[in-house]
């Protein structure tokens, strides 16, 4: 009964994971990107193929696994913002799968380990980029699948977003598609960042904002930091 149990369970956390949720605009929107990135990588651009399989192309929604995937390929954008041809993502990306037989590397766990010196160094091939620049852009990768939590399978189950300067700052503010049906919350809580700013601008302040629900004003301020950059690169 329990096993059965723990397989109802890791089976609903997976259709949680992967339910079309978000528009390339909201995906945009709470990881602080150019919309036009996410519909580059998540819908193609016409000739070019997109860099990542999402949810629901016809309806054109992204899952939550979908919306990890392109907080980590947004380490490359980072690395390089001036210059992140698509062709290449995507060749890099496909020997990524190729080398360790996973269909979504960029969330599962591979670039924990080996493959993300990989994945760094067959871009860095591919771009004509030093070992020095490979060795920060398999840093910066790093600093980005960091932020994802993991279940006990080694899937992503929530995901510690950046309100400051990128890939810096404390991780205050969550996605966990489990709460609040994927929209982004102070971390391990149910209280929306939406919901905090809007009451700072009401006139709350910081300060009752953390009384009234029990949280540090720490906490409070990155929601509210967060709400006012949402969207912006």
Known sequence: MEALRAREHTHSLEALVDRPTYTPNVAARHLRLPVSTVRWWALGNGTHLPVIRIAAPHEQLLSFRNLVEV?????????????VPLAIVRAA???????????????DGTLLGPGREFFAARFGALT?????????????????????????????????LFTRGKPEGPSHVMIDPAVRGGEPC?????????SVAACFAGGDSVFELARLHGRTAEEIEEAIRYESHAGQP
């Not at 907080?71 to 210059?83: E, K």
């Not at 102070?186 to 939406?194: E, K, Q, V, W």
């Open 71 to 83: 907080h980590v390929l947004s380490a490359i954008m980072c690395h390089d913002r001036d210059h």
């Open 93 to 107: 990306l496909a020997l990524l799968q190729e080398r360790f037989e996973s269909a979504h590397p960029l969330c």
């Open 128 to 160: 004509n980029t030093s070992r020095h620049g490979q060795v920060a852009l398999a840093a910066m990768v790093g600093a980005y699948v960091e932020r994802i939590e993991r279940d006990a399978s080694g899937g992503p189950a929530r995901l510690l």
């Open 186 to 194: 102070i971390t391990g809580t149910s209280l929306t960042t939406a």
